[in-house]
């Protein structure tokens, strides 16, 4: 049964290996890009949480576009192939480093609707009066306007064909759709789109046909971004959400810009690093780093570094919400500042001293605790980026929990973040919630080495710092260290995953220590831009649909 937007069950499915894209297949096949998680390439690279993403990505790149361009193509598939993680309604946050040394932040967070009153509006992270104002179509169509070499309705061309002729819905997609299937309701037009008539979640592979998301991408293309904010999708939007107790209007949506991200500088390892403030967290990122960064760790055993990471996120995650009252330069000059480093990693070390004097002997270590029920909620999504030309994209993009809000607009076919009354409360009409998205790029004498970010929540964080300090400061490759155990910290409590011997050592240091499963854990994407000029990319080891590459003529 094919729906007017939906899946077709039984579809012929082509798996076609990249280079031979132009092989022939059966009548009505659809030709499924394939990747490995890693890739090397003189010639640029993508990674993305999705092969159809990052085919999209390289396509742009073969045709000549730069890094912006290939994310912006990147981004717009993922709102085709991944719709439970991201989208037209959600949220996005850019850092573009150009090949002339300028830093620029991206602000496309969804915000808070002029007539919302969260004293009335009812709560809950799904529904139409959880929408903001999406952002995703503004910081995309700003980033391609200003730092892009190629038309919006060139870079719209991959994720256009897929919603129109349809895709081969990932098994990661499958997953996370069938794990909230029977909280949908089969006649909504979120239903319509994703269910079979008696709910029946799409198998993996089955073909995903989005006639009414290529329309509004097709719209994108002939006329641009003020069709979403201004014109009849913008009176569509307002109209459904009029309808149904929402808050957003017309007014709302004309009035909406993606902005200027506050751009946070600091040193970790020797190499400069970058990163965007609230609403992102890539300030934090920086603050995290510079502080583990003098913490004395020579000869520290696993556990006593484990021991200076958890602390380290600690004081991060603390001072993050210090700084979100002050004007954001002087938050960004603060958090980033030689003097809270300083202070921060002395408070630490000598933590860690006494610490280790009050620490159990090791023969009478604690195990951990475990937790099986623990997997990592699975939304968000990250894609970096580098060209040949010496520019690089970290772009992080969201709607929230799986399936964001859970409300499309008939005749639209894309699902709303979710971003009031629930999963991200927070100030009135006008503010944009802040989140642990942490687009990050490290650069040495100027030029670009290592871009990467992540979707997870605030684990994004913890993997990031675990990540960059066994990459930078142990010397670790940059796939060993991705596929390498993370922790996770949060109040006294620290989560680990699953088998990593350090759990007993931690607990006599006095933490509380539980065991997550893998799957539980961020995952991240990276770009590292090698001494010779070469690229190397890795995709996320915990997330099988992780996808690397770069131009292949």
Partial sequence: MVHRTGWVAGA????????????????????????????????????????????AGIRILEAGGNAVDAAVAAAFALAVAEPTQSGLGGRTQLLVFMADGTVHGIDGTTQVPAGYDPASAPQGEHGHGAVGIPGTVAALARALDEHGSLSLATVLAPALSWARDGIALPAGEAERIAAVASELDPASELGR????????????????????????????????PDVFYRGEIALRMADDMAAHGGFVTVQDLADFRAVDAEVGHGRFAGRDVWGSYLPASGVTIIEILQVLDRIP??????ARWAAAVVESLLAGFEDRELAEAMEPASAVAWLTSDTLADRRASVIARTLRQMAMAGLDPGESV????????REPAF???????DTFGNVVALTQS?????GARVVTPGLGFVYASTLGGYLTGGGPGYRPWSSQAPVVLTVQGRPELVIGGAGARRILSALITTLSRTLQSGDDLEVALAARRLHATGGQVELQEGWAVGGELTAFGYEVRE??????????????LPDGTFRGVGEPRWTESAAGGPRR
């Fill in 193 to 224: 789109i994703l269910l079979g008539p008696e709910g029946a979640p799409p198998p993996a592979g089955a073909l995903l046909l989005q006639p009414d998301l290529a329309g509004v991408l097709q719209s994108l293309a002939a006329e641009g």
């Fill in 367 to 374: 195990p951990a605790l475990a937790m099986d029920d623990g």
């Fill in 380 to 386: 968000t999504t990250h894609v970096s980026v580098a």
């Fill in 297 to 302: 760790l020579e000869g520290a055993d696993e």
């Fill in 12 to 55: 012929t499915v082509l798996l076609t290996l990249l280079g031979c894209r132009d092989r022939p297949g059966p009548p009505g096949a659809v030709e499924v890009p394939r990747f490995d998680a890693t890739a090397s390439s003189a010639r640029g690279m993508v990674v993305t949480g999705s092969p159809y993403a990052t085919e």
């Fill in 399 to 403: 709607l929230g929990p799986t399936l």
């Fill in 516 to 529: 997550r499963e893998t799957s539980y854990f961020a995952r991240l994407n990276a770009v590292a831009v």
